[in-house]
């Protein structure tokens, strides 16, 4: 008796169909919780050590201030995304803006929501 493997993916399901808008939301939404929460943990232990050693302003903070702006910014784009599509699901827990039309439009209002706010704090900045 003879088995043959053939070169079939395991789940053709999701090779198969487009990913959907909310879906993908639903990740990027789960994905920028998960690295705020990581960041702001680490920022959190970078301001314990500049108010104990001041090491943190003295050799970091003056010699990086271009990577530290970088890393503000994008901290900036991911919590911007992530306070709108919560937004976006209180709404949609309280019946609003439910009608399939507007759900990818809502998507990429969000997104470009998040990118204006970018956009116009890097201008301050």
Request: hydrophobic share 55%; glycine share 4%; proline share 2%.
């Amino acid at each position: 008796m003879r088995v043959y493997i053939n070169n079939r993916p395991i789940s053709p399901h999701l090779l198969i169909y487009r990913p959907q808008n909310s879906s993908l939301g639903s990740i990027w939404h789960r994905m920028t919780g998960i690295f705020l929460l990581l960041s702001v943990s680490f920022l959190l232990i970078n301001l314990k050590c500049s108010l104990t050693f001041n090491f943190f302003n003295r050799v970091v903070y003056d010699n990086y201030y271009y990577i530290w702006t970088f890393i503000y910014l994008f901290l900036l784009l991911n919590f911007s995304y992530h306070f709108l599509n919560g937004l976006r699901h209180i709404l949609w827990d309280f019946g609003f803006l439910l009608y399939v039309q507007n759900l990818s439009y809502l998507f990429f209002f969000i997104i470009f929501l998040s990118f204006m706010i970018l956009i116009i704090n890097s201008i301050y900045l």
